[in-house]
């Protein structure tokens, strides 16, 4: 039998009614991912900036770039903390408590958006190398985020509306995705209007003033305000209710936070026995054989979809600027000074973000506990693939200008259903469907197979999209397979993607407990569903 106080518990959490306690938690986490996103996504802005600073080459006709070993540092090194953050305290949060490790990563991004801003020496060699070391640790801390924010939702929210408030939280990115654009843009305007610039083809040189090698460090350095301005309330959360009921096993400290904090009162006893009421068939360890057979497939699922949905995703993500590049929307580099280039690629990044990637994250919210994770992961991959191959099969056609807007349209319909899709979902699922022991841990090893995509698509999408023939590729590249058939592989990507979503269950409208399996009987006395731990 469980222990009453434990089923009395996680009987009221998940009938509580929305209040004042769960919207605090939606915005102290989603300040987390608004942080996250600002930071891996304005790398993207100012790579092109950084090539004009440090790598011009005297006489060329264009602008410096980033060599290729460079480019994929800056852009990657990053992503690679992330997966490391992941794995990490993801494990840590099992082990130590959501709310013990929470404040630890955005103290680790703060220190390390400031970092990455200052970047230390003058020569190319240093500031690329200190750079990328700071960026590999902010990585680190935004890898942290993932597992716990999720974990932290799902086990304070109720299962009428857990999947919304989980989305509203990683909704927060778009946020982030936004506010770089606006910071680039708002800099780089700055900048502009007070140290005038001819264009890069009347003077090379003086195209990019000597004071443009503080704008890129001010827009990474105001990554770490959002994280500051959170960060005290992040220390004052208690422990979720549900981790210490189950896996410290102590129903009593549970019930005052809950009564703390939410304003619901349980009842406090402590029952004969009670540190020992989960059942030996319920103690398996992770990954093991037990493990395996209840949870395996569930895991492959997760892991599997997130990791191709990122190769997608962060190739459009990061590489935006070079796909508009491409099809003309963006001017050539020659045409302009370096802070007209910042400015326009920071325009066409928020507008997408605007017009795609924002919405397709609230429509998510609005609707998962209405349709469900399942539905909507499939409709995302099908449109995805859809849209992918609708802008690859007539590349040439959407490369003349008078078809710009028509592929920024189309463009624009792929990040929507990224985000009413299996970007939110892919975040949301593993949160829900493990035991409670190790949920943080799961979803660190989900997040983790989706960073490793992101690193496949940072690195491999920068070679693939050059241009098959070598005499107009990008200095240093080898010749690649060419951007149409790059956006074929991606669309590709999302088929598999929307195939493997059918190992992942289905958890609307379900307790934390019942999804994951994690009570072994269903509790007679209370025939709501709540199962014996």
Not at 249 to 256: L, M, V
Not at 405 to 419: P, R, S
Request: hydrophobic content about 45%; aromatic content about 12%; charged content about 15%.
């Amino acid at each position: 039998m469980a222990a009453k106080g434990q089923v009395d518990l996680l009987l009221k959490l998940d009938h509580a009614k929305t209040q004042l306690y769960h919207i605090k938690a939606v915005i102290i986490s989603g300040m987390g991912f608004f942080t996250d996103a600002y930071d891996l996504f304005c790398i993207s802005l100012v790579t092109k900036l950084l090539g004009r600073i440090y790598y011009q080459v005297e006489g060329s006709p264009k602008p410096g770039i980033l060599p290729p070993n460079v480019a994929a540092a800056v852009n990657g090194v990053a992503l690679c903390g992330t997966l490391a953050g992941q794995l990490f305290f993801g494990w840590l949060g099992d082990k130590l408590g959501r709310k013990r490790v929470f404040g630890i990563t955005l103290l680790l991004m703060m220190i390390s958006s400031i970092g990455s801003g200052l970047s230390f020496g003058s020569s190319p060699k240093t500031v690329m190398a200190t750079l990328c070391f700071f960026r590999f640790w902010l990585g680190f801390g935004i890898g942290g985020d993932y597992p716990l924010s999720a974990t932290i939702m799902a086990e304070y929210s109720n299962k009428k509306t857990r999947g919304a408030f989980i989305a509203a939280v990683f909704a927060m990115q778009g946020f982030g995705i936004l506010a770089g654009g606006v910071v680039a843009m708002a800099v780089s305007a700055t900048f502009g209007a007070v140290y005038k610039a001819p264009a890069y083809s009347v003077d090379p040189v003086g195209s990019t003033v000597p004071q443009a090698d503080y704008v890129w460090r001010i827009i990474l350095m105001l990554g770490a305000l959002p994280a500051a301005l959170t960060y005290y309330w992040r220390m004052k959360m208690p422990e979720t209710p549900r981790y210490t009921a189950l896996v410290a096993k102590n129903a009593e400290k549970a019930s005052r936070d809950m009564s703390k904090v939410m304003g619901i009162e349980v009842q406090a006893q402590k029952e004969v026995g009670e540190e020992k009421v989960i059942n030996k068939s319920n103690s398996f360890g992770l990954l093991s054989e037990e493990f395996l057979r209840r949870h395996g497939l569930h895991l492959l699922g997760t892991a599997s979809t997130w990791f191709l949905l990122d190769i997608a995703y962060y190739s459009q993500n990061l590489f935006q600027k070079d796909i508009f590049s491409a099809v003309g929307w963006l001017p050539k580099a020659s045409t302009m000074n370096a802070m007209e280039e910042l400015f326009k690629i920071a325009r066409a990044q928020f507008l997408i973000a605007l017009c795609g990637t924002v919405p397709g994250y609230w429509f998510t919210v609005f609707l998962i506990d209405h349709i469900g994770r399942f539905t909507i992961q499939l409709i995302g991959f099908f449109f995805m693939t859809v849209f992918m191959f609708v802008l690859a099969i007539p590349y040439h056609h959407w490369t003349l200008k008078e078809n710009n807007i028509g592929f920024v349209v189309i463009y624009g319909l792929t990040f929507f259903f990224a985000n009413f899709g299996p970007n939110s979902t892919t975040f949301i699922v593993p949160a829900e469907i493990f035991p409670a022991r190790f949920r943080s841990t799961c979803h660190g090893i989900s997040a983790a197979a989706g960073k490793a995509g992101a690193i496949i698509g940072a690195f491999g999408f920068l070679y693939a999209a050059q241009n098959q023939d070598k005499s107009k590729v990008d200095p240093g590249y080898p010749a690649g397979i060419g951007m149409k058939n790059s956006l074929m592989v991606l669309g590709m990507m999302n088929v598999l993607g929307f195939l493997l979503t059918f190992l992942v269950p289905e958890p609307k409208g379900r307790s934390l407990e019942e999804i994951s399996g994690e009570n072994e009987e269903v509790d007679q006395a209370h025939p709501t569903g709540v199962e014996t731990v």
